[in-house]
């Protein structure tokens, strides 16, 4: 602990070990402080990995055996009311050729120790079973360091990056960002439930080495804004669930409970059959969006991934946000390496070339979808129960003229939501992605 580091970064999650792998290529002594006993460990995501943002940083990361599980050839969209509910898939053969679509599951407890395995081949040190407990100053403020538990203490360094997740003590005592509060947080509940190969294969239409994401919306999340998720993966499937925090509070709801509820759901249930569970996890998930990215640079000091709050609630990407955020981190490092100016001006070309990214782009262009999701409760409570008993009502074949069942669905429809709030939230849902 005596050494002095280039850069030390804290979390060994997608954004350090990124960040990692980029400031090693770049000939940085740098260190990983990861408070898991190996990197992974305590770490949990639905599963999806984007390998266009890992193809930058790994270019050969297939020939390198990265865990891949299944390569995704098919999204779909469930829409469920209590015992209903409606399907929308897409399924193209340009994602069956690999990496075309460059999406796949991985496990975070392989992917994350592959990844920062990466690392230490260039280079990096990656320390585990450390928690980095406070940042080290300078009498001016400035950032010189981490304090660590490890009984030899601290660690000095030109620069820290914060890498350490949505749960980050750290980046509120930067004083850029504030603790996370209930309503920017999802607290997300997620069982791996262990399928034979050839099961998934013919459950879900796949051959070998292909899947199929699902997220899943509607009374699932009890009224409160949030969603579901059914993943496959090689031998088995992630099944998870989440909401907004501060609404689990409101409603006093256990995802637990949620969880055991869509387990059983007639659109799920048959899809999990006769599956053992293997693993049960729990997490937060940044969804406050832009408004809730804090400053992500200052005096000594980079903010990347979770622990800025990069994530896209909307496309539920994360991981990948994560990855570019650490990329392009290193890329400023290396610049001011070169400079020797690690003050907040001297790290400017970290927030240039976030913003030039897809990462603030798209956060940006998503802005007030969060806002959309709170204020719009009917999508989680009245609208798919309409909208199922109104496709039950066209499908029965029972001698009711088919105008007459459309005229008693637009009835019900309009005792549940009004015309005006119909509109409403069409006008709504355009103005938060458009
Ligand atoms: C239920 C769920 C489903 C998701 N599904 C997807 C998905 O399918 N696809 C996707 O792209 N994204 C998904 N995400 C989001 C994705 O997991 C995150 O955006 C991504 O992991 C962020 O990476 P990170 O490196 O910033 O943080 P993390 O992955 O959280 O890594 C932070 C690391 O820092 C370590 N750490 C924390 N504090 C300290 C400390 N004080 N000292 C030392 N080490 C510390 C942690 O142990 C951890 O290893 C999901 C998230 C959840 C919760």
Redesign the pocket.
């Known amino acids: 602990m005596d050494e002095m580091f280039d850069v030390a970064i804290?979390?060994?999650?997608?954004?350090?070990?990124a960040a990692a792998c980029v400031l090693a290529d770049g000939g940085a002594k740098v260190v990983v402080?990861?408070?898991?006993e190996y990197?992974?460990?305590?770490?949990?995501?639905?599963?999806?990995?984007?390998g266009h943002d890992l193809k930058q940083i790994i270019p050969d990361y297939v020939q390198k055996n990265c865990p891949i599980e299944r390569n995704i050839v098919e999204s779909r969209i469930f829409y469920l009311s209590e015992d209903a509910g409606m399907s929308f898939a897409y399924r193209d053969q340009v994602f069956f050729e690999q990496n075309r679509n460059n999406a796949f599951t991985v496990g975070?407890a392989k992917f994350?120790r592959w990844f920062a395995d990466r690392a230490a081949a260039k280079g990096a040190l990656i320390v585990c079973s450390?928690?980095?407990?406070d940042l080290l100053r300078d009498d001016a403020g400035r950032v010189i360091g981490v304090k660590t538990d490890r009984a030899e203490g601290d660690l000095r360094a030109k620069v820290v990056l914060l890498?350490?997740?949505?749960?980050?003590?750290?980046a509120a005592k930067t004083g850029f960002r504030s603790e996370v509060g209930p309503a920017n947080v999802a607290l997300?509940v997620?069982e791996l439930i262990e399928i034979p190969e050839e099961v998934i294969g013919e459950r879900f239409g796949v051959s070998q080495g292909n899947g199929v994401t699902t997220e899943i919306l509607g009374t699932v999340t009890l009224g409160m804004n949030g969603v579901a998720?059914l993943?496959t993966n090689r031998n088995s499937v992630s099944i998870?669930i989440?909401a907004n925090l501060a609404g689990l509070a409101r409603q006093k709801a256990s995802p637990y409970e949620m969880l055991e509820s869509l387990k059983s759901h007639p659109m799920i249930a048959p899809l999990i059959k006769d599956g053992k569970p293997k693993e049960y996890l729990a997490?937060?998930?940044?969804e406050g969006g832009y408004h809730t990215v804090p400053q992500l640079c200052g005096d000594g000091f980079l903010i990347?991934?979770?622990?800025a709050m990069?994530?896209n609630t909307l496309h539920?990407?994360?991981?990948?946000?994560?990855m570019t955020s650490?990329r392009l981190a290193a890329e400023t490092l290396l610049e001011a390496m070169a400079k020797n100016d690690f003050s907040s001006l001297g790290l400017q070309g970290y927030v240039n070339r976030m913003q030039e990214s897809y990462v603030l782009k798209d956060l940006k262009k998503y802005r007030k979808f969060p806002s959309f999701l709170e204020t719009h409760k009917e999508l989680f409570t009245s609208l798919p129960r309409v909208q199922s008993a109104a496709v039950r009502q066209m499908l029965i074949v029972n001698g009711v003229p088919k105008k007459a069942k459309q005229r008693e669905a637009w009835k019900a429809i309009r005792r549940q939501v009004s015309p005006l709030r119909l509109l409403r939230l069409v006008w709504d849902a355009w103005r938060s992605v458009r």
């Open positions: 804290v979390g060994a999650g997608p954004a350090g070990i402080l990861e408070r898991g990197p992974g460990a305590k770490n949990m995501f639905g599963g999806v990995l984007y975070r994350d450390t928690v980095v407990t890498a350490d997740g949505v749960n980050s003590p750290l997300a997620k998720f993943y998870g989440g997490h937060w998930l940044p990347a991934g979770d622990s990069l994530f539920r990407e994360g991981s990948n946000l994560a650490g």
